[in-house]
């Protein structure tokens, strides 16, 4: 089983939807919770971070943890082509300086 | 404008070739990373570093070294013992390594020739 488990996709919704990714993560010593978003050949963006669990909000973007049941999920509002792109979520936190990577969910917003 | 720059965004290795894949970064932070993304598979980390003069090995450092003489530099080689080479290399800083969010460069390609 991998440490953090994330659905590749693609997830193909039309435009002004509200998206929902998720990643779920087997060690529950993880604390911090990220959120990074990358175009096509470019790097990750980080959108983003948040520590234990809880909700946090950023214009479109919101992040929350459920550290209950080892789930973490990143919604975006009123979703435009622009947010056409791969999401990978990271976590760490278990004492080791590394952190644990998401294989990454394609998002297709269709016009 | 601060933020982390990779160089070349292409490199072609032939076979037999050791290539270096350079990345600066010019946010003071003291750690750096490499990673390699491969489709479908994430971020594999390759090697990192927390100070200058020290580095450790990630998961998947056959094949490569690095070195970390300035702060600001964490050069990647791709040597010939890597026998499967092409992949996306991203490079990464942070302000220390403690589960800090990373920051990274826009990437190299590298393909075999």
């Known amino acids: 089983q991998k440490e953090v488990e994330q659905d590749p996709g693609p997830l193909s919704v039309p435009e002004g939807a509200i998206v929902s990714l998720n990643c779920t993560y087997s060690n529950s010593a993880f604390q911090y919770f990220m959120w990074y978003r ?3 050949r470019k790097g990750p963006e980080l959108l983003m971070y948040t520590y234990s669990s809880g909700n946090k909000e950023d214009g479109r973007f919101t992040a929350q943890v459920d550290k209950s049941s080892k789930y973490i999920s990143l919604f975006i509002r009123d979703s435009q082509p622009s947010d056409s792109a791969t999401y990978l979520c990271a976590t760490g936190g278990d004492s080791n300086y590394q952190l644990i990577w998401g294989a990454g969910t394609k998002l297709i917003i269709k016009p | ?28 932070h003291d750690a750096m990373y490499w990673y390699r993304q491969d489709p479908g598979q994430g971020l594999r980390l390759i090697y990192y570093s927390q100070i200058v003069n020290d580095f450790q090995k990630g998961d998947i450092a056959e094949g490569y070294s690095v070195s970390r003489e300035k702060k600001e530099s964490f050069p990647l080689t791709v040597t010939s013992a890597q026998k499967n080479p092409t992949a996306f290399y991203l490079c990464a800083s942070s302000w220390d390594s403690e589960n800090q969010p990373q920051h990274f460069g826009d990437g190299t390609r590298l393909s075999i020739l």
Request: charged content about 20%.
């Open chain 1, 38 to 40: 990358q175009y096509s």
């Open chain 2, 1 to 28: 404008d601060g933020g982390i720059t990779q160089s070349p965004k292409y490199l072609f290795r032939k076979e037999g070739q050791n290539v270096t894949l350079s990345c600066e970064q010019n946010l003071n």
